[in-house]
């Protein structure tokens, strides 16, 4: 797709994804296994977070790590599936945000190295 200006918009369907997982070796191994699969390009693991959530009729308020997954939109189904499969949690956090700009060239890269049909 290009903008009115008849540049193409090559992160139309870039998007970042959250993930909060209990350890940082959790993330790891979840991480490790998206990009391996190139269900993700890149993650980053943040540590030192703090989450206070309702969960079964209580506040929590848990230390927690987070995931930062950049993808593709058409991506996100098989990044959730993959994530649930591996997750501890009954109910992870898989939420994605669309990316609305982003330098051409890392966005390239991106669309590369998720480009599951490559061998």
């Known amino acids: 797709m290009t903008t009115g200006h008849g ?3 090559n992160y139309e369907e870039t998007i970042v994804v959250f993930i909060t997982a209990s350890s940082e070796d959790e993330a790891a191994k979840i991480a490790r296994v998206l990009v391996e699969e190139r269900l ?3 993650v ?3 540590k030192g977070i703090r989450s206070i959530y309702s969960w079964m009729g209580k506040v929590e308020d848990e230390a927690e790590v987070l995931m930062t997954a950049k993808t593709r939109g058409s991506l996100f189904n098989a990044l959730s599936t993959r994530v649930k499969e591996l ?3 009954a109910v992870p956090e898989i939420i ?3 990316v609305v700009k982003g330098s051409t060239e ?3 890269w991106l669309k590369e ?5 490559f061998s």
Do not use: E, F, Q, W
């Open 44 to 46: 980053n693991i943040i």
């Open 106 to 108: 890392y966005l390239t």
């Open 7 to 9: 540049i193409k918009r």
């Open 113 to 117: 190295v998720t480009d599951v049909t």
């Open 87 to 89: 997750h501890s949690y």
């Open 96 to 98: 994605a945000l669309p």
């Open 40 to 42: 993700a390009g890149c």
